[in-house]
């Protein structure tokens, strides 16, 4: 079972007593933040001995505040009498273990930072649920905690639950029902700030790698939040931001696995598309620039008024060249311009015969015009073309027979093919990784040019 893993800095500073508070939940008078938080925890989920607190401790806030009478009265040697945190914590009696993470530099370097990011990173196990206090992080602790919070995310896979911060420097004082006065500030969750880089991190995944699982999986998780009770929003909203999630998924699934009829066709990627603004403002700050991003990397796709649209399948290739998806990207532009020349001379696209009639005559142009092809091999080419309408109508077609697409094609087919096979076919003809990509991009370049 994942163990619940609470962490909080402990500050030198001398605290003044106060009652922190956070929703429905008020704290008694207490010196550390790191006991108002825990009670505030321990009464809205259940934790057990297999649970933690690790409390970080630099010199200075073991001997000022882990300990008892740490503080000396201004100006002299007398300690002054109060409790540490270790008896505040001990008296307690709280059902999870209490450790400390000891002899932490304070972060006034590049590499004391570090020290306590692979020290505290140490304590963390895989799956563990976070709750981090960073409110005495001092300088730049802070910000070390979220890169740490997200880079145990990545490795250990741990969830964050919170991200906490008592706000002493927002008081107010407060008059009890005896008459007593007492100082009240709030605990303030930054979970949301964790979750903003999920979004953002989210979305580069998208932009950059065409990668959508991430985008999918937030919008899930807040779907069940809501239905569960644990966010609140409407149960509209969040089922269709689910559908947003699919839809999107479904999208970039038809480019990675190469499905032509559908990239054709249009029909999914346009329906999101032209739905997205219902998306905006409605219901996950974070989420609308995503949106917009989606809306702009969907707009070149056009409907299919009731038949293919190739230009689809280009941009389709396109979308795959711009997210490094290169054998992807050679499949769908070359499935597209033989769908293009299918449908010019009304043969059916999605008959594997008749569309083998496309390919055929790019490989008769490759031939005949191949000073290595002997005159003999030349005259049974033409002898064929002859005696089939439907090849002599491609073969003679002013577009084919132009060395710019023939050529770009029979490229275009080697690099296919040097990709499919691994390189493996033939070490001598085998191509770089660099020369894929730029021998790819070339003929997307030279097909859109003249066929778009």
């Not at 409605?282 to 989420?287: G, K, Q, S």
Request: proline share 3%.
């Amino acid at each position: 079972m994942a163990r619940k893993v609470f962490i909080s800095f402990l500050g030198f500073t001398n605290y003044k007593e106060c009652r922190y508070y956070k929703d429905d939940f008020c704290s008694e008078s207490v010196r550390y933040i790191q006991e108002a938080t825990l009670d505030f925890l321990l009464e809205k989920e259940e934790w057990n001995n297999n649970d933690v607190a690790y409390i970080l401790l630099t010199d200075g806030a073991k001997t000022n505040n882990w300990f008892d009478n740490g503080h000396k009265v201004y100006g002299t040697n007398e300690p002054i009498i109060q409790e540490g945190l270790q008896t505040s914590l001990a008296k307690k009696h709280y059902p999870f273990q209490i450790k400390t993470v000891e002899q932490l530099p304070v972060g006034k370097n590049e590499s004391e930072l570090f020290e306590i990011f692979k020290r505290v990173y140490e304590v963390l196990e895989p799956g563990d649920k976070l709750y981090f206090d960073i409110t005495h992080g001092f300088r730049s602790l802070p910000m070390l905690a979220l890169v740490l919070i997200n880079y145990s995310k990545f490795l250990k896979g741990i969830e964050v639950k919170s991200i906490t911060y008592g706000n002493f420097e927002v008081k107010e004082e407060i008059i009890d029902e005896e008459g007593k006065k007492h100082l009240k500030a709030p605990i303030i969750d930054l979970l949301p700030l964790s979750g903003i880089q999920d979004w953002t991190f989210a979305a580069a995944d998208y932009i950059r790698n065409g990668n959508s699982k991430q985008i999918k999986k937030l919008i899930t998780d807040h779907q069940a939040a809501v239905h569960k009770g644990l966010k609140s929003g409407s149960k509209d909203d969040a089922n269709k931001l689910n559908y947003l999630a699919n839809s999107l998924e479904r999208i970039v699934n038809d480019f990675q696995t190469c499905r032509g009829l559908e990239i054709l066709s249009g029909e999914n990627v346009t329906k999101l598309r032209d739905n997205l603004s219902d998306y905006v403002d409605a219901v996950i700050e974070p989420l609308n620039p995503i949106i917009l991003k989606v809306k702009e990397s969907l707009s070149p796709f056009e409907g299919n008024s009731g038949k293919p649209n190739l230009k689809n399948g280009f941009e389709a290739a396109r979308w795959c060249i711009e997210h490094n998806l290169y054998q992807q990207a050679a499949t769908i532009l070359q499935e597209s311009i033989v769908s293009y020349f299918c449908i010019r001379y009304n043969l059916n696209y999605k008959d594997k015969d008749e569309r083998s009639y496309v390919n055929t005559v790019f490989a008769f142009h490759k031939k005949t015009n191949d000073k290595e092809t002997k005159e003999s091999e030349k005259v049974e080419i033409i002898n064929k073309i002859e005696k089939d309408s439907i090849l002599r109508k491609l073969y003679f077609d002013p577009i084919m027979s132009s060395e710019k697409i023939y050529s770009a094609f029979g490229n275009l087919t080697d690099e296919r093919n040097d990709i499919n096979h691994s390189g493996m076919r033939d070490e001598k003809e085998a191509h770089t990784a660099k020369v894929i990509r730029e021998n790819i991009q070339k003929a997307f370049n030279t097909f859109y040019k003249e066929l778009i």
